[in-house]
């Protein structure tokens, strides 16, 4: 298999990287962040529904760690992570349960229109989340040690490596499973599945929840790596940056949203140190990327093969 | 063609920029500043005249011959990205030991966001806009300089005016952007309001949004309501739509209007005579003070020049950062016996350092929040300038505005006496 030694290079280049130019770590910590969310957005995808919604997800995740550190004095690093985890999966169930019963631009714009409530509850109510000033998120411990903010900065790096490796191993079971089969099913023909007797709401609510988790646990991964959670993170521009990432990376294969955030985060930052144009820079790669790599920059590495979808 | 002269200039050049951080005493090729403004975006209405302040400062401090003999070179950094984008601007810059300081940012949400991160990576960062009063609130940032002082101050300083000049005023209506700043304003105003004359009732609270454009709807609100005085911290590309249309409407005949950040717009839209404006703190190119130090002067007669406007205060601001940087590295070095200094050497000559800015003097706090003056005045006209002027100014002590480090800040404007206006300075008194 191919694959793997091109995974195992990949996040080799990635630690590499950051030993070149130590300002990396953030930018990757962060791009793998918002990778694990548009992995999310990818899993939909494949199901035919695209969501305009899902930064609430991961705005969710961010908020979550950052309640918990300040109301309930919870600061160890694998506590909020499966907090934050729990609380958007449940978010993700709940919200599920009413828009999977949606297809197409209504599933699209109910998912915009419930982050976008999201959006505005987090800069109103200001005595509780700080308004558009967004909290502060500390540093987390580490099972008990108190690391300094830089070596804790390495240490989620590595996390973040983690748990992009079991998230992407987890989603390509959970492809590979009759449920996941049946997602790509429902995009095909969905009267069909009816037919054959699966559900498709409860299809569409597993994915659904799913994606919310892995948006989460990106949110949370944001928060501990920016150390500050603002309402922003629920915008519907970052809704829009999901959808672009996991389009862009691809969506036929688990890498492509990694390698899509990656990218974008990428050009973004050297484009803002270069010009104050940089929107422009940022948009003709886009342009580029869209024109001649139709299957997304995983196209580069992985050949098409019959029955990939998008 | 290239000259083998010019090439061996070059290389003994480059070498010596390799050298520099090798010898950590000597001092550097150049002082390497990382400044964080907006230039994309509606809020790069403040943020471009803070570049282009800080663009014309360094070409000013580097004709003088730079600070202590190095020339400045800054690293420009736009805001206009996001957070996450500005924070990985400044690990960058901070991970570059040529880079010994940052002058960042212009929104509160960023400082609040940066904050952490100077100190965590130990490099002196001053906040040249920024004015939540929330960033020293909770914890201590070691790093992190504001010599622009904070909102509670600032607006205080609009309740102690208005009652000064309007002492009857009963109805008040606030319009104000939808966000942190907007609100936190709306509740230092009326709160000190309330403490100086409890009886006033606040009639209208209205929040566009950011970047609204239109404003009619609240302006008949507004018009509906019948205020006495009508507050507003709008500022930028908004204040400016919001004055167009609220002028033909009659708004500011049947209304004072108290625009906080109005002087930012006075050479943009013709803001009507009488209205009540400042500049959250003293940086008014022609107050008394500016204009007796020839410095200010000389600095806006070549903004002027270069840029075709007269700076508006977060130019002033931008300026006066830079001469607390100069500021502290003149002190650091005088301490160590003209050494160059490190960057724990230049934070420590920030941390309670007094300095004369362009526009006036700020004392740095214990906190590292800085106390300035606040200059308030009126539109008016002025013979021997084009533009339009601030009359009727008055200079409140910042010390006297200013709530103690670690308190509440809203609870310590309700405690304030009814009788401080009268205490203090009076409209007019600082010509």
């Not at chain 1, 990635?14 to 990818?42: D, N, S």
């Not at chain 2, 810059?93 to 300081?101: F, I, K, Q, S």
Request: with cysteine; glycine share 12%; charged share 15%.
């Amino acid at each position: 298999m191919p694959l793997l030694p091109l995974a195992t290079g990949a996040i080799i280049a990635l630690v590499a990287a950051t030993f070149a130019f130590p300002w990396l770590e953030f930018v990757l910590t962060l791009a793998i962040a918002k990778g694990l969310a548009a992995l999310g957005v990818a899993i939909l995808l494949r199901g035919g529904l695209i969501s305009i919604g899902h930064a609430m997800f991961f705005a969710i995740g961010a908020y979550a760690t950052a309640f918990a550190m300040r109301d309930f004095g919870i600061t160890d690093v694998f506590a909020l992570i499966l907090i934050s985890a729990i609380i958007s999966l449940v978010a993700g169930l709940l919200i599920g349960a009413f828009v999977v019963r949606y297809r197409a631009i209504f599933f699209a714009m109910l998912n915009l229109a419930i982050s976008m409530v999201l959006f505005s509850l987090l800069s109103k109510f200001y005595g509780v989340t700080g308004g558009t000033d967004g909290l502060r998120v500390g540093t987390p411990t580490v099972l008990g040690m108190v690391l300094e903010a830089k070596g804790f900065a390495t240490f989620l790096f590595y996390a973040a490596i983690a748990a992009m490796v079991l998230a992407g191993l987890a989603v390509n079971a959970y492809f590979k499973s009759p449920l996941g089969e049946a997602l790509s099913a429902v995009h095909t023909n969905e009267i069909r599945l009816e037919y054959l007797g699966i559900p498709v709401r409860g299809v569409l609510l597993v994915a659904y929840g799913l994606s919310a988790l892995l948006a989460g646990i990106g949110g949370t991964f944001a928060a501990m790596t920016i150390g500050h959670v603002l309402p922003d993170m629920a915008y519907w521009t970052d809704s829009g940056h999901l959808v672009l990432v996991a389009v862009l990376g691809g969506i036929s294969g688990i890498g492509g949203p990694f390698v899509g955030a990656a990218f974008l985060e990428l050009v973004h930052t050297l484009a803002a140190g270069v010009t104050d144009a940089w929107n422009m820079i940022v948009g003709a790669a886009l342009l580029g990327v869209i024109f001649f790599l139709p299957k997304g920059l995983i196209g580069f590495i992985r050949p098409t093969k019959k029955g990939d979808l998008a | 063609m290239i000259s083998y002269r010019n090439i061996l200039c070059s290389a003994v050049a480059a070498a010596a920029l390799l050298a520099g951080p090798a010898l950590a005493e000597d001092k550097p090729a150049a002082l390497g500043v990382g400044v964080f403004s907006f230039t994309s975006g509606g809020t790069a209405a403040y943020g471009k005249p803070g570049r282009d302040a800080a663009e014309l400062m360094i070409e000013r401090i580097n004709a003088k011959g730079g600070i202590g003999g190095v020339p400045l070179s800054a690293t420009y950094v736009d805001e206009g990205q996001g957070t996450e984008g500005v924070i990985a601007e400044y690990r960058k810059l901070a991970g570059d030991a040529a880079t010994e300081v940052m002058i960042a940012a212009l929104s509160s949400g960023n400082c609040m966001a940066l904050a952490p991160v100077s100190d965590q990576m130990k490099v002196p960062t001053v906040g040249w806009n920024c004015d939540t009063h929330q960033l020293y609130l909770k914890d201590a940032h070691p790093y992190f300089f504001r010599p622009n002082g904070n909102t509670v101050p600032e607006f205080v300083a609009y309740a102690a005016y208005l009652i000064a000049v309007k002492p009857d005023v009963k109805r008040i209506a606030i319009i104000n952007p939808d966000y942190a700043f907007g609100h936190d304003a709306a509740k230092i105003f009326t709160t000190a309001i309330k403490a100086f004359k409890p009886d006033v009732e606040v009639v209208a609270e209205l929040f566009p949004k950011l970047g609204a454009g239109t404003y009619q709807t609240e302006i008949s609100r507004l018009t509906a309501a019948r205020p006495d005085v009508i507050f507003s911290n709008l500022w930028g590309g908004d204040l400016e739509n919001f004055v167009r249309q609220a002028s033909p409407r009659g708004l500011f005949r049947s209304s004072q209007a108290v625009l906080a950040l109005g002087e930012s717009s006075m050479q943009n839209v013709q803001i009507p005579e009488g209205v009540i404006v400042g500049v959250l703190g003293d940086g008014w190119w022609m107050s008394p003070d500016a204009a007796a130090n020839p410095e200010t002067r000389e600095f806006a007669e070549a903004y002027k020049a270069k840029y075709g406007k007269w700076p508006v205060f977060p130019a002033m601001k931008m300026a006066n950062s830079f001469l607390y940087v100069q500021a502290a590295y003149d002190k650091a070095m005088a301490g160590n016996g003209g050494k160059w200094p490190s960057r724990d050497e230049v934070a420590a000559a920030m941390k309670g350092s007094e300095v004369k800015t362009l526009t006036g003097t700020m004392q740095t706090r214990a906190d590292n929040d800085g106390v300035v003056d606040q200059i308030i005045g009126v539109t008016a006209k002025a013979d021997g300038h084009d533009g339009p002027v601030i009359g009727d100014m008055v200079r409140y002590k910042g010390a006297d505005l200013m709530p103690p480090a670690g308190e509440d800040p809203i609870a310590w404007i309700g405690t304030l006496s009814a009788d401080l206006p009268t205490k203090l300075p009076q409209p007019g008194s600082y010509k």
